[in-house]
């Protein structure tokens, strides 16, 4: 591992068809450099697609590696997450199709985060209240929130797979 130190994360792959699933597998190895066994059971928000977590460990940055090994398959739903790190902040990448790849950075705790730049572009181009609503929603990817909270739930107990990069 590099002098950046590591970090951890999760990916979610919320629904799959059973077909791509060995695929998932192979690409989230590549971008671990270590191999990934998935445990997948059925995903009941969608029948006849699978679901699966993986717990990871790897250097800072690793999480748009993975985002980028899963954006292959469109039809995916899917989110990633990077803890923060020293000095760098965490990420979080949500899939979904039809609406595309969500991310922002997120604080130690999960929220969210805002930068002072990207509330000045939403004060300066906002037109009413309505319009300012729909920015906020778009900055904290409700739309991905929204799309995805049934398949979160679907998968509550379901098991998670612990993966750390050696070496």
């Known amino acids: 591992m590099s002098t950046r130190g590591s970090t951890s994360g999760v ?3 919320h629904s799959s068809p059973s077909a791509v699933c060995p ?3 192979w690409a989230v190895a590549g ?4 191999r990934a066994e998935l445990r997948w059971t059925a995903q ?12 990871w460990t790897g250097e800072p940055g690793t999480g748009s590696k993975l985002v980028t090994a899963l954006r292959a398959w469109p039809m995916l739903r ?3 997450t990077e803890d923060p790190s020293p000095g ?3 990420q979080r990448f949500c899939h979904v199709p039809g609406l595309g790849l969500w991310n922002a950075r997120t604080s130690a705790n999960g929220d969210i985060v805002v930068s002072e730049d990207q509330l000045r572009t939403l004060a300066a181009n906002s037109r009413g209240s309505e319009s300012f609503t729909h920015r906020v929603d778009q900055l904290l990817g ?15 107990g379901a098991p998670v797979s612990w993966l750390h990069r050696v070496g």
């Open 142 to 156: 409700a739309a991905w929130d929204a799309e995805l909270e049934l398949f979160r739930h679907a998968g509550d």
């Open 78 to 80: 899917f989110e990633i």
């Open 23 to 25: 695929h998932i597998e």
């Open 31 to 34: 971008a671990l450099g270590t």
């Open 44 to 55: 009941p928000a969608a029948p006849g697609q699978l679901r699966a977590e993986l717990t």
């Open 88 to 90: 760098i902040d965490g």
């Open 11 to 13: 990916i979610y792959v």
